[in-house]
């Protein structure tokens, strides 16, 4: 057994600067976890570039290998709940948290976190989706459930081209439903459209409403991975009976809230985790992604791969803003 592995390391190397590069670490430095996974495949979320770029809200102590996604074959497992050789997934948990995530050739955790890898899937279509595909999937489940039908009329994405966005555009095509995807990026049109967007639209199209109580009903459901005042700016302007799946905070946290569209249209605000979610369900989810949910050729579409020696650049790209789509880390480039 190898013992040691590449991974990348984030480092404080100053008060409130962080440095990001690849290392040689020892097996042993590794967590005391009974299981040990061999990883072929990861991939870049924006959690990871908040945990590379110090947010200790995310990450409390440096250094550290962020990473909250990983896919590979067991070397060990303590617990005896896996064998060697097993091809597992993990996403979310403490991953990549205050744990050594993903992005590294080998990762420890709990053999509580992981999931057989799901059948019709690649390890590189999982890390393709990873938690930005889970959390795209949950997203639309919390709206099917809710009631939503593609004859309802349009459903608004807002952060289209980023991970979870793209995802849910291709989803919500692929089950019939007219998608208008909302982006900063309108360069990006022609990529939006190829997922199933029926429509894109420029993000200043939500702005006229942050002034208002209330705007006119556009949309019958809503996917918002923004956050922030963007959130209630779609739900002020959705139609009666409507819903919003939340799941993201890149504009913020907070936003500013009147009761009027939940007690004169009754919408209804659905919100989404995909990190503490209890096992069975993601892999209810999976087991979906794989199957009647799975997105084929968007995949590829969503999808650039890259080579371990890359992530620092692309975890500072995101962290600008300016990732488009999935980045798949695959340890054998």
């Known amino acids: 057994m190898d013992k040691t592995f ?21 097996v042993d430095e590794l967590p005391d976890y009974p299981l040990q996974l061999a990883v072929s495949h990861s ?19 440096y250094p550290h290998t962020p990473g909250i996604d990983g896919v590979g074959t067991v070397v060990e497992d303590r617990s005896g ?22 992005l590294a050739e080998r990762i420890a955790a709990p053999a509580e976190w992981a999931l057989p890898l799901p059948q019709g899937l690649t390890a590189r279509e999982a890390m393709i989706l990873g938690t930005a595909g889970l959390t795209a999937g949950l997203c639309v489940e919390k709206l099917l459930e809710a009631g939503a039908s593609p004859g309802d009329g349009e459903v608004l994405v807002t952060g289209a081209t980023g991970g979870v966005g793209s995802i849910a555009v291709a989803l919500l095509a692929r089950l019939g439903f007219r998608v208008a995807a ?3 990026k309108l360069e ?4 939006l459209t190829a997922l199933g967007a029926w429509k894109v639209l420029d993000r200043e199209t939500l702005a006229p409403f942050a002034n ?28 009666y009976g409507g819903g919003v799946a939340a799941c993201g905070m890149a504009a913020g946290a907070q936003f500013q809230a009147n009761v009027f569209p939940f007690i004169l ?22 087991q979906k992604l794989a199957g009647d949910w799975y997105i084929g050729e968007h995949l590829d579409r969503i999808a650039e791969d ?4 890359q992530v620092p650049e692309f975890l500072a790209r995101l962290h600008r803003g300016q990732g488009i789509g999935r980045y798949v880390v695959d340890m054998e480039r």
């Open 6 to 26: 590449r991974a990348v390391w984030v480092e404080e190397v100053a008060p409130g600067k962080f440095d990001q590069r690849i290392v040689q670490r020892s």
């Open 43 to 61: 991939s870049l979320n924006y959690k990871d570039a908040l945990s590379a770029f110090g947010n200790r809200a995310i990450t409390r102590h």
């Open 81 to 102: 709940t896996f064998q060697p050789g097993d091809a597992l997934l993990i996403t979310g948990y403490d991953l990549g948290m205050n744990t050594p995530g993903g």
């Open 182 to 184: 909302v982006t900063g």
């Open 188 to 191: 990006s049109a022609d990529f």
């Open 212 to 239: 208002k109580a209330m705007a006119k009903p556009l949309w019958a459901w809503a996917v918002d991975t923004v956050g922030g005042d963007t959130l209630f700016n779609v739900i002020k302007s959705l139609a």
């Open 265 to 286: 249209r009754g919408v209804s605000l659905l919100g989404v985790d995909s990190v503490e979610l209890p096992l069975e369900r993601k892999a209810e989810v999976w």
């Open 306 to 309: 890259i080579a371990l020696e």
